[in-house]
C-alpha cells in the first residue's frame, strides 16, 4: 500500500491559505495514487491560534472547512487535524476521511506542557479508551480513542506529544489492538539537533516497539512569528528506516510518498535519510526559510539592519542573505520573487539583497575604522544597500540638556553606563525611521547571552520589532560566522571574524570589549547551561565548573551572573519577538518565566560564598 505524509506551511486563521495548501496536497497525493496521507496537527487552523483554541467560533470554522476538504477525498484516505469543542472544552483532534465520508476523529492523549509549549491551557488531554459520538449536522460521528480499518490495514493515531512520552504512549495500546500503522501528525517545533532525536526515539523506536509501520508528518515553516517547523515526514516500519523528507522546504508543500509491504514487511526497501543533520547547516535552513515566512506573513517591504560590523548584526545580515539564496534556488527567481511581492525579477541573488536588506553604520566618535570598514565590505559582498552616518552631534545634544539640568558636567568616572546607553539609544529612532520609510522589519541583534546577563542597552540596540538570534548564545554565533565563511563562501566575513567582540561604547582610551565587561562567553555559556537550563542552585554550579579557574574567579563569574540574571528580568520582557532555535532559550513568553522582583538569589550566594 502506498502511504504518505504531507507537510505543509499553514498560517494561524488563514482559512483560504490552510485550506488550499491541504487541497492541493490531497490532490497531489491521489495523482501518486496514495491510498493513505496524513497532514500535521492543528493542519486546519494552524497551531499557533493560542487563546482563539478556547473560542466556539474557531472550531465551528475549522469544522466548516474540514467539510470543503472531504470533497476533495475521493478514492483516499486522508487525516486532517483540527480543535473540536464538546460541551465548553476544546480537544486536539486527527479528522480521518475516508472516500469522502468522515469516518472519526482520533483526540490527542499527551499535552505538550513544557519549554515552549503550553497546550493545556487551550486543551484537555482525552482518556485513554473513552470513545463518544459527535452530531455534527445529520451526522453521528465517532470521536476519542479510536482505530480505523482501510483496505484490512488497521491504522491509529499518536499525536506529536503522545510519541515523546515514553511509558505514556499510545502506541503500547494500539500494539495491543492490532495495528498495523500509526500516524504521528505534529507541531513539532524546531531545535538544533532535535530532528535526530525525533527520527530515532519518536519513528524507529515507535516502529519497533509497536511492530508496525509509523508515519510523522510535522508542520512546515514560521507559523506564527515564534516558532519554526521543520517539515519533517519520517516513515519507519519495525524499526527500520523507509523514507524521510528534505526539510525546510520554501514551498507551500511536500508530500513523501512510500510503498509499504505490510505483509512482509522485512522486504521493504530501506531509504536512507536524504537529509543533512549538521547544526550549521540546519539552522541556516531554518533561519533563512523563518525570515522568508515572517517577510511574506507579515507583508514587509524585507527588512532594515543597524549593521555595526560586530559579529550579532553581521550574522543577522548574512542569514537575510541566505534567506534569498536558498529561495531562490529553490522556488526559482520568478516565483521567489513573486511570493515576497517583488515584482521584478533580479538576475543574481545579491540583486534582491539590495532590494530586501537596507543596512546603516551609525558610527560615533568612540567606533573605529575597524569595524567601519568590516561592516562596508560584508553589506558589499551580499549587495546589501549600505549607508553610513555619524550621531555624535545628537549624543552631544542629548548629553548638554541633562548636564544643564542637574547641574555638573557628565564624567566616565562617575556616569559610565550613563555616557554608554546615551550612543545607544540615540541610534534607535533614526534606524527606525529608515524602517518606516521601507515599510520594512526593523531586526535587532541582541543574542541568548547578552539576554542572560542584560548586556543590552533597552531601547537602544534592542530596539527592533524582530530578534532573530535572540536564541542563539554568543559562543554559536561566533562560531557559524567562521563556519559561513569557510563552508558557505562569505569571505564578506573576514574582516568581521578578525574582530574582538565590542560594544565600542568607551572611548578608545578606555579599551572595551564584551569579554572584559563580563567573562569569558565560554564560561557565560556553561553557567547558563547549569542555571537555567538545568535549573541547578549557584552552588550545584559552582561544583559544576569548580574546574575551570580558580575557585575565588569561578564563584565571581558564577555570583555576576546570577545577580545580572536576576536584575536583568525587565529586559527579557522585553525582547522582540524571537526565533526558538536552540534547546533553550530565555524569552519568558515562549520558554523560561522569572520574577521581576526577587531576592536576587541573596540566600543562595551567601552559601556559594562559604562553599
Given amino acids: 500500500m502506498k502511504i504518505a505524509g504531507a507537510t505543509v506551511n499553514q498560517v494561524p486563521m488563514d482559512w483560504d491559505n490552510n485550506t488550499r495548501n491541504i487541497i492541493d496536497a490531497i490532490e497531489e497525493a491521489r495523482h501518486q495514487q496514495v491510498a493513505i496521507l496524513c497532514l500535521p496537527e492543528l493542519s486546519v487552523t494552524g497551531y499557533g491560534c493560542e487563546d482563539l483554541f478556547l473560542s466556539d467560533w474557531l472550531a ?82 465517532p470521536a476519542g480513542d479510536l482505530i480505523y480499518d482501510v483496505a484490512g490495514i488497521k491504522m491509529g493515531f499518536e499525536i506529536c506529544e503522545d510519541g515523546w512520552r515514553k511509558d505514556l504512549r499510545p502506541g503500547y495500546r494500539l500494539r495491543d489492538r492490532g495495528v498495523d500503522l500509526i500516524l504521528n501528525p505534529s507541531a513539532s517545533h524546531f531545535a538544533m539537533g532535535k530532528s535526530t532525536v525525533r527520527e530515532r526515539d519518536v519513528v524507529q523506536e515507535g516502529s519497533s516497539l509497536f511492530a508496525c509501520a509509523y508515519l510523522f508528518t510535522n508542520l512546515l515553516g514560521n507559523e506564527a512569528g515564534r516558532m519554526i517547523y521543520d517539515g519533517d515526514i519520517i516513515l519507519a516500519q519495525h524499526g527500520r528506516l523507509l523514507a524521510v523528507n528534505k526539510r525546510f522546504s520554501f514551498q507551500r508543500f511536500n508530500i513523501l510518498a512510500c510503498d509499504v509491504n505490510f505483509r512482509q514487511p522485512e522486504a521493504s526497501e530501506v531509504i536512507p535519510s536524504a537529509d543533512t543533520k549538521d547544526r ?78 537596507t543596512c546603516a553604520y551609525q558610527g560615533t566618535r568612540n567606533s573605529s575604522t575597524n569595524t567601519f570598514d568590516a561592516a562596508r565590505l560584508l553589506a558589499e559582498s551580499l549587495g546589501a544597500v549600505f549607508h553610513s552616518w555619524t550621531i555624535d552631534d545628537t549624543v552631544v545634544a542629548y548629553t548638554q540638556k541633562i548636564e544643564e539640568a542637574i547641574g555638573r558636567t557628565l564624567t566616565w568616572e562617575q556616569d559610565d553606563i550613563t555616557l554608554q546607553n546615551v550612543q545607544a539609544r540615540t541610534r534607535s529612532p533614526i534606524i527606525w525611521m529608515l524602517a518606516n520609510i521601507h515599510r520594512a522589519v526593523l531586526l535587532t541583534t541582541s543574542n541568548r547571552s547578552e539576554g542572560d546577563v542584560g548586556y543590552a542597552t533597552m531601547d537602544g540596540d534592542t530596539s527592533g520589532s524582530l530578534a532573530p538570534i535572540a536564541g542563539l548564545s554568543k559562543v554559536f554565533v561566533l562560531q557559524w560566522l567562521r563556519w559561513a565563511q569557510d563552508t558557505l563562501g562569505h569571505d564578506g566575513l573576514q574582516a568581521v571574524n578578525n574582530l574582538q567582540p565590542t560594544a565600542e561604547l568607551r572611548p578608545p582610551e578606555r579599551y572595551q570589549t564584551d569579554e572584559a565587561d563580563l567573562m569569558p562567553y565560554s564560561i557565560l555559556a556553561e553557567i547558563e547551561r547549569w542555571a537555567i537550563q538545568e535549573r541547578k542552585s549557584p552552588v550545584e554550579v559552582y561544583h559544576r565548573l569548580q574546574h575551570t579557574g580558580e575557585p575565588a574567579q569561578v564563584k565571581a563569574w558564577i555570583t555576576k551572573f546570577f545577580r545580572l540574571w536576576s536584575i536583568n528580568q525587565w529586559k527579557r520582557e522585553r525582547i522582540a519577538p524571537a526565533f526558538h532555535l536552540d534547546d533553550i532559550n530565555v524569552d519568558p513568553r515562549t520558554w523560561c518565566r ?3 522582583l526577587s531576592s536576587g538569589f541573596a540566600r543562595e550566594l551567601h552559601e556559594l560564598e562559604h562553599a
Fill in 60 to 141: 465551528e470554522k475549522a469544522w466548516e472547512e474540514v467539510l470543503r476538504i472531504r470533497a476533495h477525498c475521493a478514492g483516499i484516505t486522508v487525516s486532517v487535524g483540527l480543535p473540536v469543542r464538546i460541551a465548553g472544552i476544546t480537544y486536539n483532534g486527527a479528522c480521518v476521511i475516508s472516500d469522502g465520508k468522515i469516518v472519526g476523529v482520533t483526540f490527542k492523549q499527551n499535552l505538550a506542557r513544557d519549554g515552549v509549549h503550553y497546550e493545556p491551557r487551550w486543551f484537555d488531554a482525552w482518556p485513554a479508551h473513552k470513545v463518544v459520538t459527535l452530531e455534527r449536522g445529520d451526522e453521528s460521528i
Fill in 280 to 357: 550549521n547547516e540546519e539552522l541556516a535552513r531554518a533561519v533563512a526559510l523563518a525570515l522568508f515566512d515572517y517577510a511574506r506573513k507579515s507583508r514587509a517591504n524585507g527588512f532594515v539592519l543597524s549593521l555595526s560590523g560586530g559579529a550579532d548584526s553581521s550574522v543577522c545580515a548574512v542569514f537575510v542573505a541566505e534567506m534569498v539564496k536558498r529561495g531562490r534556488a529553490e522556488l526559482g527567481p520568478d516565483t521567489f520573487a513573486q511570493r515576497l511581492g517583488l515584482g521584478a525579477v533580479d538576475a543574481s541573488w545579491q540583486q534582491t539583497v539590495g532590494r530586501l536588506l
Fill in 594 to 596: 522569572f520574577p521581576i
